[in-house]
Nanobody, 124 residues
Framework: QVQLVESGGGLVQTGGSLRLSCAAS????????MGWFRQPPGKEREFVAV????????YAADSVKGRFTISRDNAKNTVYLQMNSLKPEDTAVYYC?????????????????WGQGTQVTVSS
């Protein structure tokens, strides 16, 4: 069982920055691929970024590439999403998720555990 708790969301102006954190429970956190997803108002959940278990490899969606950075600290059981140059279209509930089978996927269906989400609102 893995429990995930996101934090760091809030209201920010266009061009601003936020850093989201996702704290995980469980001794095997360091073995899992971790992902960030988001769900804009009235839309489906979409992939944002993914990181492998060591943190050596990452992949981000084209819409956030160059602006968002995913990272992890296995000693702290935490994965981060640094978001810079935020735009109004980044407004969404942001979720972290654990892929315990290491599928390395952008599909939310292949992630086993999810946090409760944290709201990010970017004002124009």
């Amino acid at each position: 069982q893995v429990q995930l708790v996101e934090s760091g969301g809030g209201l920010v102006q266009t061009g601003g920055s936020l850093r989201l954190s996702c704290a995980a429970s469980g001794r095997t956190f360091s073995r899992y691929v971790m992902g960030w997803f988001r769900q804009p108002p009235g839309k489906e959940r979409e992939f944002v970024a993914v990181i492998n278990w060591t943190g050596s490899t990452t992949y981000a969606a084209d819409s956030v590439k160059g602006r968002f950075t995913i990272s992890r600290d296995n000693a702290k059981n935490t994965v981060y999403l640094q978001m810079n140059s935020l735009k109004p279209e980044d407004t969404a509930v942001y979720y972290c998720a654990a892929d315990t089978r290491n599928n390395w996927s952008v599909r939310p269906q292949l992630y086993d555990y999810w946090g409760q989400g944290t709201q990010v609102t970017v004002s124009s």
